[in-house]
Structures are given as C-alpha cells and as structure tokens.
C-alpha cells in the first residue's frame, strides 16, 4: 500500500507530471504525421533519457506510446492517410465521416475510445499481469497459426460490396506479403532480381500509397472549378448518444486489444482489424459500417490503444517485447539498469508501480491533450481541394521515406497509389489487401514452423486445444457473416 | 480564432524542437574542435570537420542499434564533432553495407559491423566483403549458450547431445532464421559430437526463442547469454554449456562446451568500420578517438547497465579475428549444406 500512495506521489511531481504531458503530445504529433510512428519518437527520444531518473524516463516513454497509438487516426480521418498502419481500419468510416462533415466528431470518439481502451488493458495489466503472462506462454507455432487465421476472417467485414472480390483483394495482398526474405531460409524471394525488392515491400509505403496517392489520383480526375463544396467541421465533443451508442465497441475493442497485446509480433494492426470485424458483426446498424459509422471507429481505436497495456505484460513479466515499440521501450528499460523479467515483479515494485500509475495517467492525459489538438486539426478538412492534394502529396512522400530512408519506398507507394486507384474503380476493396499484407508474414511463419514441428502433417492445428478453439470461431465467424450477407442482399446476388 | 492560432503556434513550436532535438541530439553535445582536449598533433589533417555520419544496418532501437550509439555517442565527443545516425536496413544488413562501402573513402561515413557481414559474404548473396572495409576496431562480443526449459528431462550438454544422437532430427532447437549466427553454433555443436542431429525450429529473434524455450514450445534453444540471468534464476529455463573460450561472468558456474569435450567456441561481435582506401591518418584519428571512448569509464557504466558484453579489439587483432572466423563460417555453412 505504502508502495502505491509513493507510486502516486510520484508521478504527480511537476517534472514527471509535466513530462508525461509532454510525452502524450508528443506521441499524437509523430502518430498523427504519416510515416513517423510512436516507435520512431521513442527510438530518437530514448537517448535524450539516459540521463533521467529511470521512472521520469519511462514516463515520457510510456506518454508518447499512448499519444502514438491515438495519433495516427487522426490523419487517417481527415486525410485517408494511416499516421501508423495500426490505424488503417478506421480509413474508410473515418474519411466518409469527414466527407459528411463529421470528422471532428469521428476523432473526438478516437480519443474517448483510445483513453477507454488503454485505461482498460491498464486495468487487466495491473490485475492480471502474471496470469496473462502465463497464457501468452501457451502460444506455439499452431496456435500462433490458428489466432492469425481468425484475424485474418476480418477480410470479410472489411469486403464491403463483394465477398469474392473481397477474398481476391485479400489474396492478392498475401502473395505480395510473400516477397522479400524468407522467414525460415536465408534467401531472398520473389524479387525479380531487383535489389531493392530482396528486403520485401515495405507496409508502411504500400498502406499510404493505397490510401493517400490513390485518393490524390481520384481528387484530381474528379477535380472540377465549381465542385468546391464546403466541408463543414462541426463539434468535436461527441455527445451522449454517440457516447453511449459507441461505448460498448470501445470495451469490447479494449478486450480484444489486450488479447492480442500479449502475444508477441502480433500488435496493434491486427488488434484493431480484428475489432474492426466485430463491430461489422454486432453493430446497431451494420448497413453503415464502412460507410461512416462511429461505432466503427470506437472500436479499432480502442483495440489498438488497448495492446500498448497488453503488449506491456510479457515485457514486463517475461522480458519479452508484444509489439516494436515495446522492444524500444525494454531496451531504454535496460539502458536505466532495470532488467524486465520474471524477477522485475519480486524485486523492483518500487519501479513497477510508478510505470501502472504512469500508464494511467498518460491515458488521462490523453482525453485531455487529444482534446486540445481535435478542433484545429479536424480544420484540414476545410482545406481547398488543390492544396490538400499537395498536402497529401507531400506528407506521402515524406511518410514513405521516412519509414526507412529510402527513395525506392517512395516509388513503392506511388505503384501501389496506382494499383489502390484502379482497385477502388472497379470496386476490389483495398482494407483486405492492407490486412492480408500485414497477416501474411505472421500466417506463412507460423504455418511453417509448425509444419517443421510436426513433420508436415497438418493434424497439429486440430489436436491443441487453443487452436482448436481458434480455428473454431473463425469458421463460424465467416460462415455467419457470409450467410448474413447472403440474406441481407436479397435482390442482387452479390457479385457471384 | 485567435485562440485557435496560439494552439497552433504552440504545437508547432513543440514539433519543431523536438524535430530538432530528435534529429540533431548530438549537437548539442558538441565540442568546437579548438577547445576539445583531443586535438591531434599539428601535422595530422584536419579531420573531422564537419558532422559524420554513422550507417547501422539493424533498425532503430534494437540491440545493435543502442550499442553503436551508445559507443557512437562517445567517440564523437572525442572527436569534437557528432555522428548522424542512419538506419539503413534490410537483408540482413547487406543494403546497408552495400551503401557504406560504396561511401566516399573520406572519414566522414563510418560503418556499423556486425557477424553478420562474415555469413553474407559466404551466403554469396551480396557482392559486398568485409574486405571491402577499413577496420576501425572491435567493441563488444555476444557469447552464446545451449538452454532448455526449467522442467526439461535434460540436465547437462552429454544428456541432451546423446538423445540428439539416439534420435537424430527430432529434437526441436530454437534458433534464429537457418543459416545465421545461432544456426552455425548448433551446427557447430551437431558436428562435434559426432552423429548428433537437431532439428531445427527457426524463430524471428531472441525473444521469440526465449518465449518459446519459456513455453516448453522447443526442447533446447541456442541464445546470447544477455539478459537471460533472470530466466535462469527463476528456474524457467536452465543453461546448459557456453560455446565460448572461456567461462562467463554471468553464469560462473555454467561449463564451457570446450571443457565438456565439444570444440565449440562461437562468437558474435560487434564493430566500427570505413569504406576501402580511407587515408592511414584518417583511420588513426578514428581508432585513436573510438579508443579513448572505449576506456572511457563513464561510457564502461553506462555499457554495463545497458548489458553489454564489453571486448575491445584493436584495428589489427580485429582483423586477424575476422581473417580465422571467415573460414569457419564457410565450413559450417557447407556442413549445414546452405553452400557447397
């Protein structure tokens, strides 16, 4: 008890107080510009740190984590540019609601989902850190298959019109995920010989140009002097009904964050794909998902705000990091001489109760700080059409650079702004080629190395019991949204 | 309105310095050249004058990445001038140092070496050779070790070699992707106790193994010993034998392969290194300055916090260690059938 009042005391000191601020803002900042990411922000702060206090520097640390992970949606709301692939979900609803008019509304629900989700896996953190631990140590190659395999049934909530066109999407997007190295051999695949192709295409590249270059391409074509409609910007404080009607996909998303927050490599992206998909299933009025709902917002975001707690748990627990910013949080931890781990929990509650109360209250700081910057950001959207183009332009060249210094990403994006272009035309649906891009590597790693456990015969997936509970949801998950489907779209056959 | 613009100033400001702070951190730390102790001697060429930059092939945060910098940080102060850090990565390191050997020889690009330079080059899978590089000299080296899980039946090296002797390619040995640094060590091991064979499970990297040897997902994993004190002395996973000359500091009481009987002994390093042809004083100021840095024991604590296997070789040993190690590697490679 004494160790949680001195934990509170704390971090309630100016310096840290002022400095968990900072962290947030911080976080929103490189979240919300494309191609920079939390992680980035806390690869390049990290050494600036080195001469804190240890628990000053984790809370600055864990400030732009939070900041970060909300960030993102914001440029991915106004703009249709993800700030950080883990906010590529909410492009769709978030930029038709901007185009209604209700983007700031969209990003203040961002917010209030993300401070739901992350004081959420706060909560799970601090209470069930060990047993949770404990369960993400249960994950094999076949359960790692299995759960990658449920996220992957999202590719039917993210389909929109046409389910085959969809799975085509979502195909296409795993066979470009096989290019680059092999995760097992040593040798580079699939890239035609050109050099730059041997390390893979980059995610980061692919989702911005897909999104922002192929908007730019529609913007220009459909471009017309007279067609300078004014988009308003309302409030940006949602109210109680909106509140209250997205509350329920906000818990849910922080479960399913916190779930797959602990499983190491899996993080946010998939997290909030996988929300994304059941708020499609469950939602009031699932006609509007995809096409300008808010629960379909409230969702992702809290899913993906929700894994920095759960991704915290096995770094925490077990010294293993759940996600890429976690691995540069565990080695600014180590550069402080606090050593993550199994014994972190025996030996050093004098530093982990300090990082519980600072988690809490960066994600406070998050209502507040994401409050702040709402309203004058959401204004982009009343920016006129020919400078938004270049706006876009430039920060999707900058973004995909960016991601790794490189000129052969930008031009990466700019093919893949041309494919999304002609995707979109004639109505292949991009979300599943993003989410097959990113569950790729996962899926093809898992297979295999579960394949080598088991000598190549696929009965392992169906005599674990994780797995087979996985493979189990995931079957009735796309069995029901096809038949829903079916139902729902009586007078045309769908595609078929 | 007007409160909207002082928001925006406000964020704008933020954005700014921290793009600043977050892009030049090492300025700030400059010395000017005249007032820095280290001046070389009047005949040496002026050198450095400007801002070098520094390409680490391992991204930004990882343990290659803090190491170089931490060690990077120091020797720039020596220098009186700062090192920008660029991340160049990608296939295994080779776009990296594809793009470091190919820099002006001038000093002012200095290279992140790793082992994994040596496995490239016998790979044949990039032109570049860690020939292609001026030495500047060695700094830390990552010692391995043969773990298993806490309960697992197997209690020392002999136990566990003889079962992958008795029942050859069913024992599962985590490891780093085929071919890599973790790889060559079991391969190593397999070869020196004759007839043995594992059968390996390759994993994304270091975490991913220990998470597997801590979930029993593997019966026997290959791992640097960093940061696995903890895992030990809870009892979730047990070491069984370093492949190292000598014993470690970390585990004392843990043999070393050698003195089992298996002529094991496989280590990973860490360096600093110049494109091909940069000029003789150049490298002296170079080595001279990473040197000073090295002894530094402000930088020997913070090295130590962070967990790093401190081993300094100067530019001639370093390269003498590189000209024995490289046979080595082709011949586990060959053994492991990646080459022929």
Known sequence: MELVINAIVTI???????????????????????GLTATLAIALLSPLTFNMDPISSMLLLLGIYAGGMYGGSITAITIRAPGAPANAAVVDDGYALTLQGKGGVAIGISNVAGVVGGLFSCIAMIFLSPLLAKFALMFGPAEYFSVTLFGLTAVFAVSGKSFVKGVFSALLGLLLATVGYDPILPFSRFNFGVGSLSRGLSFLPAVIGMFAFAEVIRLVLEYKEENQQIVKVDRVVPNLQEFKESLRFMIRGGFIGVLIGILPGAGGTIA???????????????????????????????ANNAVSGGAMIPMLTLGIPGDSVTAVLLGAMMIQGIQPGPLLFKNHLDVVYPIFAGMILSNLALLFIGMIVVKPISRIALIKKPLLISFLMIFGVIGSFASSNSIFDVLVAICFGVLGFFMDRFDFPIAPTVLAMILGPLL????????????????????????????????????????????QAKPLPSGF | MKNLKKILAIILICLLSFALAACGSQPAQNNPPAQSGTQPAASAPAYPTKPMEMIIVWSAGGGSDLAARLMGDYAAKELGQSFVYQNVTGANGAIGWDQAANSPADGYTVANLTFDVLTNQAMGQTPIKYDDFDLIMQFTTQPVGVFVPGDSPYQTLDELLAAAKEKPE???????????????????????????????????????????????????????????????????????????????????NTPTAKELGYDVAWESWRGFAVPKGTPEEVRAILEDAFKKAYDNPEFQQKAKEAGLDLYYRGAADFKTMLDEQYPNVEAVLKQLEFIK
Do not use: C, W
Not at chain 1, 15 to 31: A, D, M
Not at chain 2, 200 to 227: C, M, N, R, W
């Open chain 1, 444 to 487: 093809e790693n898992s297979l295999r190395q579960a394949m080598i456990t088991s000598n190549g015969s696929p009965l392992i997936f169906f005599t674990k019991p994780i797995s087979v509970i996985f493979l189990t949801i995931a079957a009735i998950t796309s069995l029901s949204m096809i038949y829903r489907e079916r139902k």
């Open chain 2, 170 to 252: 069913t024992l599962q040995m985590g490891t780093t992707p085929l071919g890599g640094f973790f790889h060559q060590a079991a391969g190593l091991l397999e070869a020196s106790a004759d007839g043995a064979k594992f059968k390996y499970l390759p994993f994304k990297g270091s975490a991913e193994i220990i998470a597997a040897l801590s979930g029993k997902h593997v019966d026997a994993g290959i791992q640097t010993l960093t940061g696995m004190e903890q895992h030990v002395e809870n009892g979730s996973i047990r070491v069984l034998a370093i492949l190292a000359e000598e014993r470690s500091q970390l585990f004392p």
């Open chain 1, 272 to 302: 909030s794909y996988v929300a994304y998909g059941d708020v499609r299933r469950n939602a009031r009025h699932p006609e509007l998902v995809g096409k300008g709902s808010l629960e379909a917002i409230a969702g992702p975001e809290s």
């Open chain 1, 12 to 34: 309630f000191q100016p310096i840290n107080f002022s400095l968990t601020l900072l962290g947030v803002l911080i976080g929103t900042l490189f979240g919300a510009i494309p």
